[in-house]
């Protein structure tokens, strides 16, 4: 039998290729965004105590009633900002979970979902599977600048959702104030939602604040928040996030969600939220990917690749126009095979594969890899 695909563009991810690749050829793996060092033994330790204290059946559906508290006291802590921990946080299995059901839970066929591009890859496939209609808004290297005039004449009666990512994936630039200001002003009189993916709102640079869309009261009343703890505690593979969202959206969210999902894994979730107690164990990320990025680019200063220091996230984006023209697919697969080292190409998150010769490095790697990483770089 043959079934039409409701998403006949979607292909084996980048991702995927070029971890693969870089197996294949031995290669240092700066592609993929996750850490090559251990999540914290304390954290460890509290997840395996939960297992032992009987956190082993289901969850309660939002979450786990200590981290909702312990998710609700950090956004009061940190901006001052109310979210109701049993009505307004649900934990997800990650954000990338918590992304696909907010727009299941909203987005019908033929709405329309402005994007920034480059985007991270899970959004429009999300809207596309939901029926939706992606509208690219593409920002341009090196600043990735956003253009408010462009958004406005994209604003129309069919928009029913705008995705935002600060800091961003790839280009490790961040939103300001104004900038927030401006998506509020744009959004303010209209029903459109914003979905604000924050996974990497711990990881800002130089001293800038993080613009979290709860900060600008009317932008709350209408966004939704997505969080990744894998991101924050330095374990990927364990798929825990949240996203907070006043009530009347997140009761549509649950809905959508307690037949999905329903809940998520209970001795991580309470092994985070004692974790959380010290806030000290996601306020000390600032500094400590600061040192990452700080050292990995004194490394190459010297080298043949032009950069901006990355303002947050844990990625660094470097221009290679100096050395080739040669497609950025096509340089980042040269780099693993013949110099062992594999980076992320930034076209496959633009619009229409525009290529603008930049590769996404991933930092949150051991300095020993950073250095062995700048050695290869100066060599290009
Ligand atoms: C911008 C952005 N959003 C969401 C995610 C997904 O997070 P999670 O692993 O918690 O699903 C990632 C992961 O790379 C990301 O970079």
């Known amino acids: 039998m043959q079934h039409l695909s409701k998403l006949p563009d979607v292909s084996t991810t980048i991702f995927t290729i070029m971890s693969g690749l870089a197996n294949e050829h031995r290669a240092l793996n700066l592609s993929q965004g996750f850490p090559n060092y251990p999540s914290s033994k304390k954290l460890n330790n509290l997840v395996t105590n939960a297992m032992n204290n009987g956190y082993n059946q289901y969850a309660p559906m939002a979450g786990n009633l ?3 508290l312990a998710i609700s006291n950090k956004y009061q802590l940190l ?3 109310t979210y109701h921990p049993e009505k307004e946080i649900t934990v997800t299995a990650g954000a990338t979970q918590a992304i696909y059901t907010i727009v299941s839970a909203f987005i019908r066929p033929n709405d329309e979902v402005l994007i920034f591009k480059p985007a991270y890859d899970c959004y429009e496939p999300a809207v596309e ?7 690219p808004i593409q920002l341009f290297a090196p600043d990735y600048k956003v253009d408010w005039s462009e958004v406005a004449s994209k604003i129309s009666s069919r928009t029913k959702m705008v995705m935002i990512n600060s800091p961003h994936n790839p280009s490790g630039t961040i939103w300001s104030k104004d900038d927030m200001l401006q998506l509020q002003k744009l959004t303010k009189g209209t029903n459109i939602i914003v979905l604000s993916d924050e996974v990497y709102e ?3 640079f130089d001293g800038e604040q993080h613009q979290s869309a709860c900060l600008f009261e009317d932008l709350k009343q209408r966004s939704f928040i997505t969080a990744s703890f894998g991101k924050t505690f330095h374990n990927t593979g364990w798929k825990i996030g949240y996203c907070c969202a006043p009530d009347y959206l997140m009761s549509e969210f649950r809905k959508v ?3 999905n999902v329903f809940s998520v894994h209970h001795p991580a979730q309470k092994g985070i939220a004692d974790y959380m107690l010290d806030a000290e164990t996601y306020l000390g990320l600032n500094s400590f990917f600061q040192q990452k990025r700080d050292l990995f680019l004194s490394l190459i200063s010297e080298s043949r690749f032009k950069f901006k220091p990355s303002k947050g996230t844990y990625f660094q984006v470097l221009d290679y126009s100096e050395i080739t023209d040669k497609y950025d697919v096509d340089f980042a697969k040269q780099l693993t095979k013949d110099f062992g080292i594999a980076s992320i190409p930034l076209s496959v998150f633009n619009e229409n594969d525009k290529d603008d010769k930049v590769l996404r490095f991933c930092f949150a790697k051991t ?4 250095v062995k990483a700048a050695e290869i770089l100066n060599r290009i």
Do not use: R
Request: charged share 20%.
């Open 129 to 135: 599977v939901n029926g939706g209609k992606t509208i």
């Open 79 to 81: 901006y001052e900002s």
């Open 66 to 68: 200590d981290l909702l």
């Open 202 to 204: 711990h990881i800002v």
């Open 367 to 370: 300095d020993d890899t950073l």
């Open 257 to 259: 969600h307690q037949f």
